[in-house]
């Protein structure tokens, strides 16, 4: 009898189901080291995620409920919380946006997510940017979750060596005064495609890489060819947004050169996080009209585009299985 008994309780044990390890456990903190982004053990690696679209137009999905979705269900490892700088974003409401940046932070922590905290703007505004940094910096910069985007999308009438350059070397100390060990990227011109012209010139501080975005229908060799030259110059590049359509976030889904430019960043040990999680009428929306907010979304409520890059985070993350935390307010204003 007490044979059987220990067995039961064996066998019990056995099959309860185990907190799988969360990406943050995995990895801890990360570091650029020569062209590559590795973990705290130096190995290196490789995120996949989604960022979420313009704070101001799309709040709805800075939430808990619907992050947690996308680590168990599209076994994302990495989130970007898209914090909106002009047309109604931190300018004119700079504590409404800041909590948006603060609802996304605090449940990417709890769920074990690397999180992005993109400063989403077209046009420098470094006092600005330096202010928003410092406080999430203050208040969350001693977690190994946090990555500071530093400028979006430049444009390309700002040249990188007389515009850009000088607003992230004015933006980032103030960072590194408080935080002197998180991951670093830094927005490049063009829209973020002019890699090569950020590694040729490069900046001056440890932990960095610079931000590459491409869109599929827009974008192709060439770019490859530059994100190829900036890390044969020794640059690290991480790719914070891109897309399966057009530049205009909106046309076709362009499947097979998408497919050529998840070989590019395999290959390449690139982390990449698609555009965006949001219902908006344009084809780079993840999800249609009607889908919640917080999450549990069925293929029904998937656009083509977001059913394509979920099977490939699905196909290359590892699943996650880890204990869901409670619910929280999605942090909207």
């Not at 600005?128 to 410092?134: I, K, L, Q, V």
């Not at 999308?153 to 005064?177: F, G, N, T």
């Not at 900036?230 to 050169?257: H, I, K, M, Q, R």
Request: with cysteine; net charge neutral; glycine share 6%.
């Amino acid at each position: 009898m007490l044979k059987r008994l220990l067995l039961g309780l064996c066998l019990a044990w056995l099959a309860a189901p185990v907190a799988a390890e969360t990406a943050v456990e995995r990895h801890g903190a990360l570091r650029a080291e020569g062209n590559r982004i590795v973990d705290a053990k130096g190995e290196p690696v490789v995120l996949r995620g989604m960022s979420l679209f313009w704070s101001q137009w799309a709040p709805q999905f800075y939430n808990r409920d619907a992050l947690r979705w996308l680590r168990d269900d599209w076994n994302v490892n990495i989130v970007r919380a898209a914090i909106a700088v002009h047309q109604g974003g931190y300018m004119e409401h700079p504590a409404c946006e800041t909590k948006k940046a603060e609802a996304a932070i605090e449940a990417a922590v709890a769920l074990g997510l690397y999180v992005i905290v993109d400063w989403h703007a077209h046009q420098p505004e470094p006092e600005a940017a330096s202010r928003f940094f410092e406080h999430i910096a203050q208040k969350y910069g001693h977690l190994p979750n946090i990555i500071y985007e530093t400028w979006n999308e430049p444009l390309r009438e700002h040249d990188w060596s007389r515009v850009i350059k000088p607003y992230h070397s004015a933006v980032i100390p103030r960072i590194r005064a408080i935080d002197p060990d998180n991951l670093i990227v830094a927005g490049t011109q063009t829209w973020s495609q002019d890699v090569d012209k950020a590694a040729a010139d490069p900046l001056r501080f440890a932990n960095l890489a610079y931000t590459l975005h491409f869109y599929a229908g827009s974008h192709r060799q060439d770019l490859r060819d530059k994100a190829a030259a900036a890390l044969a110059s020794g640059a690290a590049l991480f790719v914070t947004e891109w897309g399966s359509t057009d530049a205009n976030g909106d046309g076709p889904v362009y499947a097979d050169e998408t497919r050529r430019w998840w070989a590019f960043l395999e290959e390449n040990r690139l982390s990449y996080l698609n555009w965006s999680i949001s219902t908006k009428k344009e084809s780079s929306a993840a999800l249609l009209q009607g889908a919640s907010p917080r999450g549990g979304w069925r293929d029904g409520q998937i656009s083509p585009s977001g059913r394509l890059v979920r099977e490939q985070l699905r196909k290359m993350n590892p699943a996650r299985g880890v204990a869901s935390a409670a619910p929280c307010a999605a942090g909207t204003c």
